[in-house]
T-cell receptor, first 115, second 112 residues
Framework: DAGVIQSPRHEVTEMGQEVTLRCKPI?????LFWYRQTMMRGLELLIY????????DSGMPEDRFSAKMPNASFSTLKIQPSEPRDSAVYFC?????????????FGPGTRLLVL | AQSVSQHNHHVILSEAASLELGCNYS??????LFWYVQYPGQHLQLLLK??????LVKGIKGFEAEFIKSKFSFNLRKPSVQWSDTAEYFC??????????FGQGTELSVKP
C-alpha cells in the first residue's frame, strides 16, 4: 500500500495568495483528518471527515480555511488568503474504522511557508 | 471533555539508560490508546496501540506500554534507549467520535 499521499511536500508563497493542500487517503479508509503542527501550538486537529462528510471542523482557525472531500480518495485544505502565521506543517491522516478512534496513518506532511 | 496529559515536556538520557514516559488520560468509557513517534523532520508513525486484552503491549523497536485502568495511565517504556530513539513521542486516546485526542508530546534527546 502506498500510504497516505500528500502534495505538495513543500510550499512557499506570499501573503495574500491562495494555497491548496492535497491528500489521498489509504484505500479503504473511511475517515480523514487534517492536522497542523507548529512549534508554538503543537499538533492541532483542524477538521475530520467520516465517509466524505465533515464531522468536526471546530479546529479550523477561521474562515480563511476550508476543506473538502469530494470523494473517498481525495481531500483538499485551502487557505485563502494566506498569512505568515499560517506557516506550519500540515498533516493528513486516514483511518478505518472511524467510529471508535481507530489507528490513524499519517502522510508525510506539507511544509508551508508564507512570506 | 477528554484530555491527555504527558507529564514530561523534554527528557534527556544517555544511551543505554531506561526510559519511561508518562501518559494520563481522562475518559470514563472504553478507550483505545496509542503511542506515536515523530523522528526529526518526519511524520507521526505508530509505535504501539492498545484496544483490549493484555494490558502490556509491545511495539516496534523494543518499546512497550502498560495500560493501568485504575490509574487512567498508559506509560511508555524501553529498557535501553539508543541515540536513534531521539524523537518526539505522542500519547493519544481514541474516542467514540472517531478522532484521536493527542497529548502535548514529549521530546526525547538521547546523548551518544
Amino acid at each position: 500500500d502506498a500510504g497516505v499521499i500528500q502534495s505538495p511536500r513543500h510550499e512557499v508563497t506570499e501573503m495574500g495568495q491562495e494555497v491548496t493542500l492535497r491528500c489521498k487517503p489509504i484505500s479503504g479508509h473511511n475517515s480523514l483528518f487534517w492536522y497542523r503542527q507548529t512549534m508554538m501550538r503543537g499538533l492541532e486537529l483542524l477538521i475530520y471527515f467520516n465517509n466524505n462528510v465533515p464531522i468536526d471542523d471546530s479546529g479550523m482557525p477561521e474562515d480563511r480555511f476550508s476543506a473538502k472531500m469530494p470523494n473517498a480518495s481525495f481531500s483538499t485544505l485551502k487557505i485563502q488568503p494566506s498569512e505568515p502565521r499560517d506557516s506550519a506543517v500540515y498533516f493528513c491522516a486516514s483511518s478505518y474504522p472511524g467510529t471508535s478512534g481507530g489507528t490513524q496513518y499519517f502522510g508525510p506532511g506539507t511544509r508551508l511557508l508564507v512570506l | 471533555a477528554q484530555s491527555v496529559s504527558q507529564h514530561n515536556h523534554h527528557v534527556i538520557l544517555s544511551e543505554a539508560a531506561s526510559l519511561e514516559l508518562g501518559c494520563n488520560y481522562s475518559y470514563g468509557g472504553t478507550v483505545n490508546l496509542f503511542w506515536y513517534v515523530q523522528y526529526p523532520g518526519q511524520h507521526l508513525q505508530l509505535l504501539l496501540k492498545y484496544f483490549s486484552g493484555d494490558p502490556l503491549v509491545k511495539g516496534i523497536k523494543g518499546f512497550e506500554a502498560e495500560f493501568i485502568k485504575s490509574k487512567f495511565s498508559f506509560n511508555l517504556r524501553k529498557p535501553s534507549v539508543q541515540w536513534s530513539d531521539t524523537a518526539e513521542y505522542f500519547c493519544a486516546v481514541g474516542n467514540q467520535g472517531g478522532k484521536l485526542i493527542f497529548g502535548q508530546g514529549t521530546e526525547l534527546s538521547v546523548k551518544p
